[in-house]
């Protein structure tokens, strides 16, 4: 595991959109794994601001997200397909048909599964996968529970989770209370695994994940079991692992 330490929300987007951009550029038809959140967002920006500088090419990138509300369609400003356009593929060469999202609409739980489970199994893996952490140390929407989740499944999320989304819709009870995610198989299948946290709010989900017990308790714990992890966090979200020594 690598460890940057950065000094604030800006850096981290830079250093993160670094590791990123060099994926692409020494492997142009790269499958890139991509995260929603607010904390990629800076990220995204950095990107798309090198591509209209001419540095980079995603013409030939495949992506592959990590999940998606259950029940919210691809048009829905809420939906993470939305999120992924308004922040990303609309602001690059990205081709549509190279990207994909598990559909949120797909009521058949098992066929949906298996079916993004097949696409990121044809697209030969991911090479990249970009994750953020939840306060509790989910990763994509595998929460805590009582064992890790291997493949593509359906997911209630905790209260704790719909609180955090909560700030995105009308009112708490539009928030959907179920999504399609990645699981934490399919995200240590991955050849490099960049996860980038920024703000106090994330220092004790960061400490636990790479300096505690690997539980399923804590999700993101599983990444102290691969071997190419880059770990992008601020001052603030490395706060306890500082405070304990541990870097």
Known sequence: MRIYQVKDYKEMSRKAANIISAQVIMKPDAVLGLATGSTPIGTYRQ???WYQKGDLDFS???SVNLDEYKGLSA???QSYAYFMGANLFDHVNIKPENTHIPNGLNEDIEGECKRYDAVISALGGVDLQLLGIGN???IGFNEPGEAFQTGTHCVKLTENTIAANARFFASMDDVPKFAYTMGVGNIMQARAILL????EAKAEA???SFFGPVTPRVPASILQFHQNVYLVADE???SLCRANHCI
């Open 206 to 208: 960061v400490y636990n």
């Open 47 to 49: 990107l798309t601001e």
């Open 196 to 199: 980038v946290a920024s703000g």
């Open 60 to 62: 030939e990138v495949r």
């Open 136 to 138: 509790n140390g989910h």
């Open 236 to 238: 603030a979200a490395l």
């Open 75 to 77: 048009d829905n400003d």
